[in-house]
Nanobody
Framework: VQLIESGGTLVQPGASLRLSCTVSGRIFSSSAMGWFRQTPGKEREFVAAITWGDGNQYYADSVKGRFAISRDKVNNAVALQMNSLKSEDTAVYYC????????????????????WGQGTQVTVST
């Protein structure tokens, strides 16, 4: 399974940005897809996730109401729509898949995710 993120760039505070992640390989109905982010010197943190089968979503409190995760089963892809961006959203964003989630809600734990993309840089600055 390979994941490739795209869409990261430099934007101003308050702007919107959409990240995409395409997945090569099979994803199961019991799988979940997640977005995490990391800044230098800090742990990789959970941002949002979605179950592949039912589309149940879960968000970190810091992005709730501003970010939206979605999945495209036809194209094996997941997206993260980010609105009202803040400087503290600046990070490298990673897409990941939890192949064996097998639960009604997706995991927020990075150790539960089996495969990761290479990351895409999002910078929010004037």
């Amino acid at each position: 399974v390979q994941l490739i993120e795209s869409g990261g760039t430099l934007v101003q505070p308050g702007a919107s940005l959409r990240l995409s992640c395409t997945v090569s390989g099979r994803i199961f109905s019991s799988s979940a897809m997640g977005w995490f982010r990391q800044t230098p010197g800090k742990e990789r943190e959970f941002v949002a996730a979605i179950t592949w089968g039912d589309g149940n979503q879960y968000y970190a409190d810091s992005v709730k109401g501003r970010f939206a995760i979605s999945r495209d089963k036809v194209n094996n892809a997941v997206a993260l729509q980010m609105n009202s961006l803040k400087s503290e959203d600046t990070a490298v964003y990673y897409c990941a898949v939890d192949m064996f989630n097998d639960a009604s809600v997706p995991s927020t734990l990075k150790n539960e995710y089996n495969f990761w993309g290479q990351g895409t840089q999002v910078t929010v600055s004037t």
